[in-house]
């Protein structure tokens, strides 16, 4: 087979050491265990603690942890996709820092921001590239350190976002796997429901945007809820059926993991035994764009080579889809 698609070679990740539990949070904010567990499925999330340390950090972490595995030279990458909603700074690409302490300094590098459909949206970006027949390994990575950003007396949000990272290298196949097909889908409409209020153009820091906490996540949680439920659910079931697949042929899905209640919709739209669908979400919160390559880090040993994948995500903005994968390997 001559034709070209792009397939996901090799996996990494990195979550930091400290572990906030839902114990500890009951001490700091007004909740409990029981509370955040029916609702979310979250029984505790990592964090990044050193202050000095950001986004690229965990990024270069989990870059580092797929090239030792997969015994990668970084002068053979071609390009680094940076996935993240919470780059280190402005302006200066967290991407291209990351490129350059990885020594994939061949790359060229740039951040990709869709909130929570980020590393979606770059697996999409990632196989063009490939499937272009210019270039031969690209490095999707996807992290974001979402305490920098949540206001730990918002017990709306606080109880939901963890920090972590993943990585995925896509290279040419002739077989036919890797990705298959894809739905991806944007509305406005979310613009004002999911969002940091201050510090871009539209509204720039002051001391009052400082003072009244609007450098913080905020969100509308309720309509976030049913737009995702709905969103993602219709993505995963329109890609199945454009590409004449059943229940019986999903081997996998992997959902985006911010709520355990979506991820259960998503998965009674498409009739999936619960064994079917890979979920980490007890153990990382909801990491934005490191919750979908995280979640094929820690299962990476149970994919199979052939296997179908259906992944989807949904995010702020709002921006979801999903996408139709065959893996193209056994763990060794």
Known sequence: ????????????????????????????????????????????????????????????????????????????????????????????????????????????????????????????????????????????IGADKMSSIVDYTDRATCIIFGDGGGAVLFEPNYEGLGLQDEYLRSDGVGRDFLKIPAGGSLIPASEDTVKNRQHNIMQDGKTVFKYAVTNMADASELILKRNNLTNQDVDWLVPHQANKRIIDATAGRLELEESKVLVNIEKYGNTTSGTLPLVLYDFEKQLKKGDNIILAAFGGGFTWGSIYLKWAYDKK
Not at 20 to 44: A, C, F, P, Q, Y
Not at 45 to 66: C, P
């Open 1 to 140: 087979m001559n034709t070209i698609t792009a397939a996901i070679t090799a996996v990494g990740g990195y979550v930091p050491d400290f572990v906030l539990s839902n114990k500890v949070l009951e001490t700091m904010v007004e909740t409990n265990d029981e509370w955040i567990t029916t609702r979310t499925g979250i029984k505790e999330r990592r964090i990044l603690k050193d202050a000095d340390k950001g986004t690229s950090y965990l990024a270069i972490k989990a870059a580092q942890d797929l090239i030792e595995k997969a015994n990668i030279d970084p002068l053979e990458i071609d390009m680094v996709i940076m996935a993240t909603a919470t780059p280190d700074m402005m302006v200066a690409s967290t991407g291209v820092y990351v490129a350059t302490e990885i020594g994939a300094t061949n790359a060229f590098a740039y951040d990709l921001q869709a909130a929570c459909s980020s590393f979606l949206y770059g697996m999409s970006t990632a196989a063009a590239y490939v499937q272009s027949g210019r270039y031969k390994k690209v490095l999707l």
